[in-house]
């Protein structure tokens, strides 16, 4: 893989990692690193298997993201009496 690639795509998931929890924000990240992944591929800054590995990694994130959001809200609710 390209160096250049490989720095924006760590710099797209570290914004995706630890970015505030809003859903809008993390869907722009998560636009931008498909988006650089589907760029890179095309053009041939990474192989069809990088970019794979890649789609994957994105795909762990957002996972990640929707539990920590669902963590959030169940600590957010009012105990039941």
Known sequence: MHTDLRYALNSAYERMKFQEPS???FAAS???SLGIIMGGETCKGMSVEEAAVERAYV???AALYEIRLGVQA???EVPRR
Do not use: E, N
Request: aromatic fraction near 8%; hydrophobic fraction near 60%.
């Open 23 to 25: 859903p809008a924000a």
């Open 30 to 32: 998560y636009a931008l």
């Open 59 to 61: 795909s762990m994130l």
């Open 74 to 76: 169940v600590g957010r």
